[in-house]
Each structure stands twice: as C-alpha cells, then as structure tokens.
C-alpha cells in the first residue's frame, strides 16, 4: 500500500514570497490533515478535511495561508505572502474512517515525509 | 480543550537497558492515547495506541505502553533498547467523547548509547 505522498520535500524562499505544497493521502482515506511542525516543538494541526470539506480550520492563519481538496482526494497548502516565522516542516496526514464516532476516532494518523520550508 | 505534557526533553539510556519515555495528557472525555516516533528528516510514524480495554498496549518495534487512568499517563517502555531506537517520540491524545483532533507533545529526544 503506497503511503501519503508530498512534495517538494524542501522549499527556500524569501519572505513576502508564495509556496505551494501538495498532498496526496493513502488511496481510500477520507480524512486528510495539515500540520505545522515548528523545529523542537510538536505539530499543530493547520486544518482538517473530511472527503472535500473542512471540518476544522480554526488555527489556520487564514490571511495568509489557505488549503483545499477540490476533489475529495490530493490537496495543497499554499503560503502567500510568507514570513519568517512560517519557517517550518509541512506535515500532510491521512486517516481512514467517516465523520462518525467509532474508527474515525480511534483511527490513527498516516504521514508523509514532510516538507521543510525555510523563509529567508 | 486537551493537552499532552512530555515532561522530558531528552532521555538517554544505554543499549540493552530499559527505556521508558513519559507522557501524561488531559482531556475531557474518554482518552484515545498515541504514540509516534520521528527519525531525522522523516514523518511521524505511527507506533502503538490505546482506545479502551488491557491497559499495557504493545506496538511496532518491541515498544509498549501502559495506560494509567488515575495518573493520567501513558508512558512509552521497551525491555532492551536498540541504537537505533534513538529519534524523536511524540504522544498524542484525543478526546474520544468530542470528537476533538489530535493533540501532539512537545515530544522527546531518545537517546541509545553504545
């Protein structure tokens, strides 16, 4: 089973600058997240989709950033304008499961490789 | 809301011996505890879990965990540690009643010296 994909795996910009990271979940999850992985710190969720919908957004910084999954399936996560403090690793996951108790709870996260942005 | 505390920073044990890295949480409902581990320049990998039923979960690796409902922790162990079990470890919980997302740690650097 191929697992989540992301790309690029790195990314140097400067800052006011834009950048887009895409995501491609294990076939068949319907749960997709966007992480923010901050270096020495844990990831905080950025936003969470259910099939194409956003089920939550709320620490998402939505002047600048925004993400979406036209079809249910890939998504992307872009920056515009970035700043240095969006310096960070870019953590997509996915889980299978509906938007039901049961296995959508208890389901753990799948995640990619990352992508490691630095804003010069 | 919940939270994760991983009172830790770094662990540092020598190989062969007994690892146990902390984690304790909080959370309104029922807790769905997690645990990850992070190998450098690597996503998170999923490594054991617990939802409900014996409170010693065994995972990937040889890693097990116990959950401790009155002490609201769930410590990550393993028997004899490996070299290369050194990386990152992250706990996480979710509040099993709200529907609330994942909460990560702050995690803690494991450390197996030769």
């Known amino acids: 089973e191929a697992g989540v994909a992301q790309s690029p795996r790195y990314k140097i910009i400067e800052k006011r600058q834009s950048v887009a990271f895409w995501c491609n979940p294990i076939s068949g999850h319907a749960t997709l997240y966007w992480y923010q992985q901050i270096l020495g710190q844990g990831p905080k969720l950025l936003i969470q989709f259910q099939n194409n919908g956003v089920v939550d957004d709320s620490q998402l910084p939505k002047d600048r950033f925004s993400a979406e999954r036209l079809k249910g399936v890939d998504s992307t996560l872009k920056i515009q304008p970035a700043k240095l403090e969006d310096s960070a690793v870019y953590l997509c996951a996915s889980s299978s499961g509906t938007s039901g108790r049961g296995s959508y709870l208890s389901g753990e996260l799948f995640f990619g490789e990352g992508s490691r942005l630095t804003v010069l | 809301a919940q939270s994760v505390a991983q009172p830790e920073d770094q662990v540092k044990v020598a190989e062969g011996n007994p690892l146990t890295v902390k984690c304790t949480y909080s959370?309104?409902?029922?807790?769905?505890l997690f645990w990850y581990v992070q190998y450098p320049n690597r996503g998170l990998q999923f490594l054991l879990k617990y939802i409900t039923g014996d409170n010693l979960v065994k995972g990937s690796y040889g890693f097990e965990a116990e959950f401790n409902k009155s002490q609201t922790s769930f410590h990550l162990k393993k028997p004899s540690a490996l070299v290369s079990d050194s990386a990152l470890y992250f706990c996480a919980v979710r509040d099993g009643n709200y529907g609330q997302n994942f909460v990560f740690g702050p995690g803690t650097r494991l450390s197996v010296l030769p």
């Open positions: 959370v309104s409902g029922n807790p769905y």
